[in-house]
């Protein structure tokens, strides 16, 4: 059974840091790419940043503060968010698909539950 479990979540003060974890079970990430995306309350999901092959992308609104990395022997990609801000409060969800990596939502597969993320004071 296919499964994206995310963790890592939680309550930090503005310029705090948290690291979200995607864990990936049923299959293994080697030939996936793995999306993280984010959405605030009455807004559209939106990316937030990818994985695959190697190679990374980032929105504009967290490049430089976000960093995504893999680790193919655990089959977990992880999400270090540094310099947290009001704005990036949300439910962050990871998703993966077979291929490049991409923003486009509907291009993913599998799904996780998702992890609350508030930064606040």
């Known amino acids: 059974q296919v499964q994206l479990v995310e963790s890592g979540g939680g309550l930090v003060q503005p310029g705090g840091s948290l690291r979200l974890s995607c864990a990936a079970s049923g299959f293994t990430l080697d030939y996936y790419a793995i999306g993280w995306f984010r959405q605030a309350p009455g807004k559209e999901r939106e990316g937030v940043s990818y994985i695959s092959d190697g190679s990374t992308a980032y929105a504009g609104s967290v490049k430089g503060r976000f960093t995504i990395s893999r680790d193919n022997a655990k089959n977990t990609v992880y999400l270090q968010m540094n310099s947290l801000k009001p704005e990036d409060t949300a439910v962050y969800y990871c998703?993966?698909?077979?291929?490049?990596?991409?923003?486009?939502?509907?291009?993913?597969?599998?799904w996780g539950q998702g992890t609350q993320v508030t930064v606040s004071s």
């Open positions: 998703a993966a698909r077979r291929g490049r990596g991409t923003f486009t939502l509907i291009a993913y597969d599998y």
